[in-house]
């Protein structure tokens, strides 16, 4: 059975006093609106709608909770970069995030979601720059890679891995496809190590 496999909905927060207190550990993920992260979740769960897919991004608009059992929890956070939001939505979603990410002790380890084809955005960046100091380890899935021909993904892996090498040194990356099923198993041995109980 896999780590996911009992992945159950939880709760949703929209503001940060019902965060809940569980005593345990949680991972979140997070990643540019239409980068394939609620495909991800639900591929790693075996689950058709956990986490909500949609044709319109941004649909995530609340930090949703996921069991995984034994007091940990997967985080579902809103996707970042998409304008068609009203400002002061965007500005209660990036307040929340900014509080959550930086300070959230629970918080062990941030799994970022990138578009294989255009990994590494400017916005990505600003991320990974901004949450490294919390010396918190961060695992980057590069979705969508059954878009890519063989040679391609392997080609962006090795450029996004010997960037990350260079500027961000606690974080990791894989190829990952939820179309193919492909990364499955290596995403799920990176979280169940953060995962584990000390």
Known sequence: MGLFSQAAFFTTVNELHALPLHGGKEVAFVGRSNAGKSSAINTLANHVRLAYTSKTPGRTQHLNYFSLGDSRFLVDLPGYGYAKVPPAIKAHWENLLNVYLQTRDALCGLVVIMDA??????????????????????????????????????????????????????????????????????????????????
């Open 117 to 198: 084809r255009h990994p590494l955005s400017e916005l990505d960046e600003r991320l990974l720059e901004w949450f490294m100091p919390t010396g918190k380890p961060v695992h980057i899935l590069l979705t969508k890679s059954d878009k890519l021909s063989r040679q391609q993904a392997t080609l962006t892996l090795n450029q996004v891995k010997s960037h990350i090498n260079e500027f961000y040194p606690n974080c990791t990356v894989q190829l990952f496809s939820s179309f193919k099923k492909v990364g499955v198993e290596e995403a799920e041995v990176v979280i169940a190590r953060w995962l584990a109980t000390d």
